[in-house]
């Protein structure tokens, strides 16, 4: 059964840097292309971040500079380093993953498969 389990998410200080993680179960992680999603309160989701099966990443102009998508292949995790942190970034945070090739990596269309989400706050 495929499983996106994310942690990592809680209260940090402006300014402050926060890592989340995503652990990958029943899919193989070396053929897929995973992503970040956020969404606050009345807002809609958005793509954050992805990387491909190939470690090629994409950012949305929002995060670009402050953010580093990244994978570790042996642990099976995906990870998204946030640093100088607003309060703007404040939302639930999704990883999700499907088979490479996506024709638009920060599309959440393109992700077949979701976690159930980890809340940042920033204050």
């Known amino acids: 059964d495929v499983q996106l389990v994310e942690s990592g998410g809680g209260s940090v200080q402006a300014g402050g840097s926060l890592t989340l993680s995503c652990v990958y179960s029943g899919y193989n992680y070396n053929e897929s292309c995973m992503g970040w999603f956020r969404q606050a309160p009345g807002k809609e989701r958005e793509g954050v971040a992805a990387i491909d099966s190939d470690g090629s990443s994409s950012y949305a102009d929002s995060v670009k500079g402050r953010f580093t998508i990244s994978k570790d292949t042996v642990k099976n995790t995906l990870y998204l380093q946030m640093n100088s942190l607003k309060d703007e970034d404040t939302a639930m945070y999704y990883c999700?993953?499907?088979?490479?090739?996506?024709?638009?990596?920060?599309?959440?269309?393109?992700?077949?498969?979701w976690g159930q989400g980890t809340q940042v706050t920033v204050s």
């Open positions: 999700a993953a499907n088979y490479c090739p996506l024709v638009g990596p920060l599309m959440d269309y393109e992700y077949h498969n």
